[in-house]
Each structure stands twice: as C-alpha cells, then as structure tokens.
C-alpha cells in the first residue's frame, strides 16, 4: 500500500494529467468550431447561364494575395452579373406578354487583368462584353487604383497635386490622341469629336522599365467616346515625363523611369 505522502503525490499528477488533458480537448473543441465557421476562399471567377442570360466574372491571377481587394472585386462583380440576369428576365417577360418574339438570351462578360503594381498601388483594368439583343454587341473597359496600405480604392485625381495646373498635360493628351485618330482614321474633322482633359479621362497605371515602379499611365477610350463606334476603342500612352511635374508628393516614390516597352498604344 501507498503512504500518505505517496498517495497524495499520485493524486496530484493523475489531476495535473486530467487537466492537461482536458486542456487538449479543450483547445481540439476550439479549433474544430473555428474550422467549421470559417469563410470559404473568395473564388477568382464566377459564371451562371439561364434561360434569360449568360454571364461571367473572371478575376486576374494572383489576386488572392491581396484579400480586401479581392473580396470586392468579387462581391461587386458577383452582384453586377445577377442584376443582369434580373434585367434580361425583365425584359424577356415583357417581350412575351406583349405577343413579340422573345430575343435570344442575353450575354454579359467581365474579366479582370492587373495592369501595375508599385509599393502602395495596384491598378486594375476590367474588359466588358455586353450582348442584349441590340444592333450589335458592345464591349468596353472599366479601372479600378486601389491603395494598397489602406485597402480603399482611389482616384486618379487623386495622384495629382491638389490645385495643380494640368494645362500642360491636357495638350499632351491632346496631341497624342490626335495622332493615334490620325494613324487609323486617316485626316478627322476636329470639330466631330472633342479632345479629352486629363482630369476627365479613364486611365491605368503602366509598369515602367524600373522594377516594382510604375513609368506612365495608358488612357482608354471606349467605342464612341472619341469617335464613331465603327472607329473601336483607342488606348493611349502617356509616359511619366509628361506628368511627373504635378505628382503628388504622397504617392512620387511609386513613379520612377520611363514606361516598359511590353506596353504600347493600341
């Protein structure tokens, strides 16, 4: 038989065990239920075909490393697509209840491409196709400039010096747009069409040769913003020498060097 003293040092250990144990379990309790609620990953495309319309959302490679961005580039383009299908429903019953042929299912596209990425930016293009029984399909583009430090999206206005004189830019883009109508169209009357300012532009950020730094912006002008539909769509480079002069001092060390030659006006 055990001593007194034996006796109550086993005790002790069989509870230091069962405590320890017990923690275990505990802690396994814990971690089972955090696993059972935990979000699934935001998915990178999302597509849904009904008899009123097809859609489609695909988002660019590797934007899972980036969470915050991610989540709403899928949550906006997820809701987009299903406000499409609730229209092409729409309109498809009205067409039946009004004894007219209904028109074959609509079609809406929208995939994703990052186009630079510096320390605190990351900006984004997003290519549109749009198919709702008209004349023809249209297509477009959309920008997205999000910091990357305070997961928020941005302005490009905001890259610029509040209350700077952009006169100087809004020639340049001038010019360049001149010649981009004029290499494709051939001589334009000027007075059909209106030359865009760089502050109301739609533009995104282009690598530049400089690693992990962003060397020039390309602006986008889809069909009919500059000219006829039949024109298309124009992609218009501007490297940083033309508006490094009125950079923010707060987002500067992002632009560094000349654009990378992988990026050319279309």
């Not at 990357?148 to 952009?166: F, H």
């Amino acid at each position: 038989m055990l001593s007194g003293r034996a006796a109550m040092i086993l005790l002790a250990a069989v509870a230091v065990a069962g405590c320890g144990q017990s923690k275990k379990q505990e802690i396994a309790e814990f971690t089972k239920a955090d696993a059972a609620v935990a979000a699934p990953p935001v998915p990178t495309h999302y597509e849904l075909d009904t008899p009123d319309a097809k859609v489609r959302l695909i988002l660019p490679s590797g934007i899972d490393r980036y969470g915050e961005l991610h989540a709403k580039l899928y949550a906006d383009g997820r809701q987009e697509l299903l406000d499409f299908v609730k229209t092409a429903a729409q309109d498809r019953a009205r067409f039946a209840a009004k004894g007219k042929a209904e028109p074959t299912p609509y079609e809406h596209r929208v995939a994703w491409t990052i186009t630079a990425i510096s320390p605190h930016l990351i900006s984004l293009r997003a290519a549109w196709y749009d198919d709702t029984g008209g004349v023809h399909p249209n297509h477009g583009t959309k920008i997205l400039l999000w910091d990357r430090q305070r997961n928020v999206a941005v302005l490009l206005s905001d890259l610029i010096k509040p209350g700077a004189d952009t006169s100087l830019q809004d020639a340049a883009l001038c010019e360049a747009v001149t010649r981009a109508k004029a290499a494709r169209m051939g001589h334009t009357d000027p007075t059909s069409w209106r030359c865009p300012k760089w502050s109301d532009g739609r533009a995104v950020l282009i690598p530049s040769a400089t690693p992990y730094r962003i060397g020039g912006m390309m602006f986008l002008f889809d069909p009919y913003v500059i000219g006829a539909y039949a024109e298309g769509d124009y992609e218009v480079l501007m490297p940083l020498s033309e508006f490094q002069p009125v950079l923010a001092e707060g987002w500067a060390g992002d632009f560094t060097g000349s654009p990378s030659p992988a990026f050319k006006s279309k």
